[in-house]
């Protein structure tokens, strides 16, 4: 990885999820950090007014920037290495700039809070993030609330056992694994008792995670979220890995009830890379 991009709208989730950002950087060797705010028309919340108000782009521009210059200050003062910080203000839907930037290629990896307003609920479904880790295909990292960085010794894999050869994004947790040396964990949740083919997939990704020694794990439980957080607090694991499925996509783990408590009840971040 040599590229962090941070969005931010300047709240405290997304400035907790900029300081994770750096120690991210710093324990991964990645040099550079981006930090993007998608500005957009201010919207009235009185019904008497027009929906969208008369405003000054140059206005809503030099605030982005203002906020970003303090923002990349406020971090720049957290490193204890040399870090390259890049700033990028536009008029865009934020989903869709993160998307763009992308597909340029300059960005290895995300890093995003959960934003939206006091309860989580009820903007769960159309938060940001979400959107963004849906739509883009690099590793986006999920911050909670409140969470503080902690160096990746123990990373979880939640699996489902389904055509692991073909849908394992194998390169990218390799490459975590590589740098962080961290002990990899394969958790499996289901309903029912292990079945025959899952214990043949559990033979297909020892091959391929050959060399990474996993540790697999089954567990029966109907509550699939709240059993990978207490497996994550049983076992001290610093990271989750998340993998949405292309057919079905978000309907798993994305769900509200799985993402309100993997993302907003557990203390601990996750890796959403895709297929």
């Known amino acids: 990885m040599n590229s962090i991009l941070v969005p931010t709208d300047f709240s405290d989730t997304a400035r907790n999820a900029g300081m994770y950002a750096v120690s991210l950087a710093q324990d991964l060797g990645i040099q550079k950090i981006i930090l993007y705010n998608a500005y957009q028309a201010p919207i009235s919340a009185d019904p008497s007014m027009p929906a969208v108000q008369l405003f000054d782009i140059d206005v809503l521009k030099k605030s982005s920037k203002d906020g970003l210059e303090k923002f990349r200050s406020d971090l720049q003062s957290a490193c204890n290495k040399p870090m390259l910080f890049e700033t990028k203000a536009e008029f865009q839907l934020l989903t869709s700039g993160v998307e763009e930037l992308c597909k340029k290629g ?3 990896a995300i890093v995003m809070g959960i934003t939206g307003g006091n309860k989580v609920e009820e903007v769960l479904i159309g938060s940001n993030t979400i959107s963004v880790a849906k739509h883009v295909t690099v590793p986006v990292f999920v911050v909670p609330s409140g969470a503080t960085y ?4 123990k990373v979880v894999l939640a ?3 389904k055509k692991v050869v073909d849908t394992m994004p194998v390169t990218p947790i390799n490459n975590l694994l590589d740098i962080t040396k961290a002990e990899l964990h394969i958790l499996n949740v289901s309903e029912k008792e292990t079945k025959a083919d899952e214990q043949f997939e559990s033979l297909l990704l020892d091959t391929l995670f050959q060399g990474y020694s996993p540790k697999y ?5 109907t509550h699939f979220a709240e059993a990978i957080n207490r497996f994550a607090d049983e076992n001290a694991i610093d ?3 998340t993998i949405p499925k292309k057919h079905g996509l978000f309907e798993g783990l994305f769900r509200k009830s799985y ?3 993997l993302a907003f009840h557990s203390h601990v971040p996750l890796m959403v890379i895709h297929e």
């Open 239 to 241: 990271l989750i890995i």
């Open 106 to 108: 300059e960005i290895d």
């Open 217 to 221: 794990h089954f567990i029966h439980d």
């Open 150 to 153: 902690k160096p990746i010794n």
């Open 159 to 161: 699996c489902d056992f």
């Open 259 to 261: 993402t309100k408590a």
